[in-house]
């Protein structure tokens, strides 16, 4: 039987599986965090096995995030309400948000908050995190092992510009062109300097500042250096 779907009903769908993912990863979050607490601290490869479900199950909750990204898109949602918010508090939201993952990649990641001093943007907070963690996932997922990925923060005129910097291969001059787009992501899958990430990683950060009210960029670099731009109060 064949069922016409609009991107409509898509985009529903789509939600639908967002919400049904959430409860198992509650539970699973909830539940990992109290074997933490049983096992003994000598009985290191159970806290070792714990340590990689938490940050499996990280990884399926940022994956679900972008699932519903990708359900907004379908529907054309326009941008969320902005409020006025700490750069500072959000950077260190974000840094915290990502350690578990950097750590699993063995990459070392340098997220100085105080960099952001009193800066305060205007943006829908909840998107604009989303956008970030999308960045700084890619960034960590591509520096490679030993690798490093850093970010920095400085005012641009009536802008706050955050950028991610890590010593991964650069994306190509066309692979730029096509980084924040769907068709960019599927076709950079197995492409070198292709730079896809779980869950759809940069289309999903763009349509995730689109939503927040900011904008992010790709530039050629020696490494990967992507930047998140947001108006200032």
Same mark, same amino acid.
């Given at each position: ?13 789509l ?55 990708l ?20 950077l260190r ?8 993952? %950097? !750590?699993?990649?063995?990459? &070392?990641?340098?997220?100085d +908050?105080? /960099?952001?001093? #009193?800066?305060?943007?205007? @943006? ?33 005129? %009536? !802008?706050?510009?955050?950028? &991610?910097?890590?010593?991964? +291969?650069? /994306?190509?001059? #066309?692979?730029?062109?096509? @980084? ?14 292709g ?11 763009r ?6 009210? %900011?904008?992010?960029?790709?530039? &050629? ?8 731009r947001?108006r200032?109060?």
């Amino acid at each position: 039987m064949n069922e016409d779907l609009s991107s409509e009903l898509v985009s529903a769908l789509l939600a639908l599986f967002a919400h049904d993912l959430r409860n198992p990863l509650s539970a699973l979050h909830s539940n990992v965090s109290f074997l933490s607490t049983a096992v003994p601290a000598a009985d290191s490869e159970a806290g070792e096995a714990l340590e990689d479900v938490a940050a499996s199950s990280d990884a399926l909750g940022h994956i679900t995030d972008n699932l519903e990204l990708l359900s907004m898109a379908l529907e054309g949602a326009r941008p969320r309400e902005a409020q006025e918010l700490s750069l500072r508090d959000l950077l260190r939201e974000a840094g915290q948000k990502s350690k578990r993952f %950097a !750590e699993s990649y063995r990459v &070392v990641m340098e997220v100085d +908050s105080d /960099l952001a001093g #009193e800066i305060r943007v205007i @943006a829908h907070r909840e998107m604009l995190m989303r956008s970030l963690a999308n960045l700084l996932r890619n960034g960590i997922q591509h520096a490679g092992e030993t690798g490093r990925v850093s970010v920095g923060v400085r005012r641009e005129g %009536a !802008e706050a510009v955050v950028s &991610v910097v890590d010593t991964g +291969s650069p /994306l190509t001059e #066309e692979a730029c062109a096509l @980084a924040f787009t769907a068709q960019g992501q599927l076709s950079g899958k197995n492409v070198a300097g292709g730079r896809y990430s779980r869950g759809l990683g940069l289309y999903a950060a763009r349509v995730a500042a689109d939503l927040a009210g %900011a904008t992010v960029l790709v530039l &050629v670099a020696a490494g990967g250096l992507f930047e998140l731009r947001i108006r200032t109060s």
